[in-house]
């Protein structure tokens, strides 16, 4: 079994969280202007606006990430969780739902949202996994997303 190391954002894992999530993206769907603007300068457009990023290393090797936004005083959406293909069903995706929700709570929040696609099937299983569960989708600026998820923290 790997151990899995959940780090805080730095600004060296910027290019991890960049390539990570392109990655998936572009195998599922295609990269809106919102997604390039989060990726690519996450300090302004997720940090600066109170939220966070974290990441999964195994060895030396940054696997997956995963970040949080507010939507409101109360509420945060978490976003931008990939895992490399070849890290995937280790439990990265696991340790990293996990990890953000303690930091959301750390945080302030008392409630979780999630915006995915039903084609997604392991991402809607984890998050079911991780207490989620589906609610009325008003999926707004989300081009790819059919479905809303929530949870209490």
């Not at 978490?78 to 293909?85: A, D, S, T, W, Y």
Request: aromatic letters at 10%; proline letters at 5%; a negative charge.
């Amino acid at each position: 079994m790997s151990i899995i190391q959940i780090l805080p954002y730095s600004p060296e894992f910027q290019p991890y969280f960049e390539s990570i999530n392109k990655a998936w993206v572009t195998q599922y769907f295609t990269l809106e202007p919102f997604d390039i603007e989060q990726l690519e300068y996450p300090e302004e457009t997720i940090l600066a606006k109170g939220g966070g990023i974290l990441f999964a290393k195994i060895g030396d090797e940054i696997v997956g990430t995963v970040g949080l936004i507010p939507t409101n005083n109360l509420t945060c959406e978490m976003i931008k969780m990939g895992v490399n293909p070849a890290a995937q069903g280790k439990g990265v995706g696991h340790s990293l739902g996990v990890a953000v929700m303690e930091e959301a709570r750390k945080m302030g929040f008392s409630k979780m949202v999630l915006y995915s696609n039903t084609k997604l099937a392991a991402a809607l299983h984890l998050y079911k996994k991780l207490g989620f569960h589906e609610v009325k989708a008003e999926c707004g600026s989300y081009g790819r997303c059919d479905i809303k998820m929530e949870r209490m923290l």
